[in-house]
């Protein structure tokens, strides 16, 4: 195989064209990381590590990638690697024998095993996704070694983390309880730039997307752990709810008015965090997912139409268009295929639903050929520009916690925490932003020695949350509390 090597060793930018804070401008050459993954959010955090003076490689299934993320930066290094591939695991060892630690920006599904590499050669783990159960149990081999496996470190797992713990820590030290807590985070278009009937751009896969229409998830309500699944009437895109509280606290907008309410569901383990926080008296713990008003209800009727369907069709193959497709689905003629689709669903054929599923193209020649019913319909999503950022367009994080807290005196009140973040126009995502400057600021507080923890662990602790959010402050990334009486 051949390696695709491509190495910087430019100056570090100045004080006036770097966009860190002077507290995390450069210093002599640091230590070395080892990034794999040049994904969608990899960016800041590598530009973050350099202008910190950090020996940076970067390696990815596609080198092109690597080296584009890489332009303009200071001691940095883009290599070819497919970390899913065996033929290239004897390069992976190498390269992570010779890094002082290795940060995992690929698929979740390879954390497990490259982290236990990193226990073999004996190095630190970063990444920015949940601690699975295979990788809490590396905690011990982590301990033995003097190693830190740190994760949940980016924006959701991360920064929801963080700026949860610091209110849950206030209130327990002067005596109270959290009763209930309701966490919800979505990477979301600035406002300015929601000109999609979905109100959704993808930052990353639409298969992913699409299908958290059927995952699992588990929350806590008024005492009771309650279960989400794709049970018919059960999932998270039946039993969502409108949230009118989120305040708007970013930035000033352009041209567009702050949204009156967002969609909000449960998404994920809820029901593990009551003990991960250590909230023994919480009734009410959910953490979830907002997404733009008319999502939910749309995605449920692309479930309940067939599309996402995993399984091989042959139905899809052999230049089959969106309308047969779904005539043969709901046993009609092509031509009648929208009125059958609005049947099916129980709703009016000019229903916003169908709106949505026609400019979407469910209902249209074009050709839909893949191997399943999902891949048909995320090639309608991956090739409509519209689902994309287009020059100057912005995204957005609106993240919102809300907190009911039972005080010492018996008093109670209700406690809100809010980021809203927008991208950088024509420059980096907030959704990059806050996912890989969190866990580049611990990589560079554990290689200087300022984090001194070892085994797995997760930034819920004051030592690592404190730290961590102050110097995101100085991007311009922070949370605004308001607090009033009662419940």
């Known amino acids: 195989m051949k390696w695709a090597v491509h190495t910087k060793r430019t100056r570090l930018q100045s004080d006036n064209s770097s966009t860190f804070p002077q507290s995390v401008q450069p210093r002599k050459m640091g230590k070395k990381v080892l990034i794999l993954g040049a994904g969608m959010v990899a960016g800041p955090g590598v530009k973050y590590l350099s202008e910190t003076g950090h020996e ?65 050669l004996n190095k630190h783990f970063a990444s920015t996704s949940y601690i699975s159960d295979a990788m809490d149990g590396m905690d011990a081999a982590f301990r033995a070694n003097g190693k830190v496996c740190f994760n949940e470190c980016g924006v959701d797992p991360g920064l929801d983390h963080m700026s949860a713990c610091a209110v ?52 806590i309500e008024d005492g009771e752990e309650k279960k989400m699944d794709a049970t018919p009437g059960n999932g998270i895109y039946d039993k969502f709810i409108l949230d009118a509280s989120v305040p708007n606290v970013g930035p000033p907008l352009d041209k567009a008015t702050w949204p009156e309410a967002f969609e909000s569901h449960p998404n994920g383990n809820s029901i593990k965090f009551k003990a991960i926080y250590d909230l023994p008296d919480c009734d009410t713990l959910i953490r979830g997912t907002y997404r733009s008003r008319g999502w939910c209800e749309t995605m449920r009727a692309i479930k309940n139409l067939g599309f996402l369907d995993e399984s091989e069709c042959a139905a899809t193959k052999g ?27 129980g709703i009016a054929e000019d229903d916003a639903i169908i709106g ?14 893949a191997p399943t019913k999902i891949d048909a319909v995320c090639k309608l999503f991956l090739d409509n520009p519209k689902f994309q950022y287009a020059e100057g367009e912005r995204d957005m994080i609106a993240m919102h916690h809300t907190f009911k807290i039972l005080n010492a005196d018996g008093s109670k009140e209700t406690r809100t ?71």
Request: hydrophobic fraction near 40%; charge should be neutral; include cysteine.
């Open 56 to 120: 940076v490689t970067v390696a990815s299934r596609t080198a092109s990638r690597a080296e584009k993320l890489i332009e303009g930066l200071a001691n940095c290094t883009a290599i070819g690697l497919d970390v899913g591939n065996p033929d290239d695991s004897g390069r992976l060892e190498e390269l992570m024998g010779a890094t002082d630690i290795v940060v995992s920006l690929v698929p979740w599904t390879m954390h497990t095993p490259i982290a236990e590499l990193a226990v073999k």
């Open 168 to 219: 849950f820590d206030d209130v327990k030290a002067k005596g109270g309880k959290i009763k209930s807590f309701l966490s919800y985070c979505g990477g979301l278009p600035c406002p300015d730039d929601n000109n999609n009937p979905f109100g959704y751009k993808f930052s990353w896969s639409p298969r992913g997307v699409l299908l958290a229409a059927v995952r699992e998830a588990f929350y």
């Open 319 to 345: 230049g089959i268009t969106y309308a047969k497709l779904l005539a043969g689905e709901l046993g009609c003629e092509p031509s009648g295929v929208k009125a059958a689709a609005a049947s099916k669903l």
């Open 356 to 369: 949505r599923l026609e400019w979407l193209g469910v209902f249209s020649d074009k050709d839909a050929t």
């Open 417 to 487: 925490s809010t980021l809203v973040d927008y991208g950088i126009k024509n420059g980096d995502t907030s959704m990059a932003r806050t996912v890989t400057i969190p866990v580049a600021i611990a990589i560079r507080k554990i290689l200087s020695g300022e984090i001194k923890n070892i085994g797995v662990c997760r930034p819920t602790t004051p030592d690592l949350y404190v730290p961590i959010l102050k110097e995101m402050e100085s991007f311009g990334i922070k949370f605004t509390e308001k607090t009033t009486a009662g419940w």
